[in-house]
């Protein structure tokens, strides 16, 4: 996978997110961010996403990241203008070509990483059902685009 990263994210930046959102990021992701800050993932077909419930693949265009210099690749923002739309435990940690968010269910029985069809990019798509599950845990989806 060749991600154009955007640094490094500071620890003391990272738990400011996870206060301000009341979330505990998993360890694994909180490393990624340390060591890379997120940032924007090549595009090629060996680096889709299946969505099974949807039997369709999305292309991961960013990963989102803390204090990355360009608001529109930050945490933060994205959580700012969707916060009222977000279960709980919840963050948004990046978006697919589509506009669609990557969002990481941080605790509890939907714990994970999910494609959030917010502009309903798909048919079968609702207000009522339009969050699909990609992966068990953050490794496992990077795993997928690598």
Same mark, same amino acid.
């Given at each position: 996978?060749?991600?154009?990263?955007?640094?490094?994210?500071?620890?003391?930046?990272?738990?400011?997110?996870?206060?301000?959102?009341?979330?505990?990021?998993?360890?694994?992701?909180?490393?990624?961010?340390?060591?890379?800050?997120?940032?924007?993932?090549?595009?090629?077909?060996?680096?889709?996403?299946?969505?099974?419930?949807?039997?369709?693949?999305?292309? @991961?265009?960013?990963?989102?990241?803390?204090?990355?210099?360009?608001?529109?690749?930050?945490?933060?923002?994205?959580?700012?203008?969707?916060?009222?739309?977000? *279960?709980?435990?919840? @963050?948004?940690?990046?978006? /697919?070509? *589509?506009?669609? *968010?990557?969002?990481?269910?941080?605790?509890?029985?939907?714990?994970?990483?999910?494609? $959030?069809?917010?502009?309903?990019?798909?048919?079968?798509?609702?207000?009522?059902?339009?969050?699909? $599950?990609?992966?068990? /845990?953050?490794?496992?989806?990077?795993? *997928?685009?690598?």
């Amino acid at each position: 996978m060749m991600i154009e990263e955007f640094g490094k994210a500071h620890i003391e930046d990272i738990k400011a997110i996870e206060k301000r959102y009341n979330v505990h990021l998993p360890s694994e992701y909180v490393s990624f961010l340390e060591a890379s800050n997120g940032g924007i993932v090549g595009k090629s077909e060996s680096n889709q996403v299946l969505i099974e419930d949807l039997n369709a693949t999305i292309n @991961i265009d960013v990963l989102y990241g803390v204090n990355t210099g360009e608001s529109a690749s930050n945490i933060e923002t994205w959580m700012e203008k969707l916060k009222e739309d977000m *279960m709980e435990g919840s @963050i948004i940690i990046g978006d /697919d070509l *589509m506009q669609g *968010m990557i969002v990481m269910i941080c605790e509890g029985e939907f714990e994970g990483i999910y494609y $959030w069809d917010d502009s309903f990019q798909f048919e079968e798509s609702t207000d009522e059902e339009n969050t699909y $599950w990609i992966a068990k /845990d953050f490794l496992s989806f990077l795993d *997928m685009i690598r």
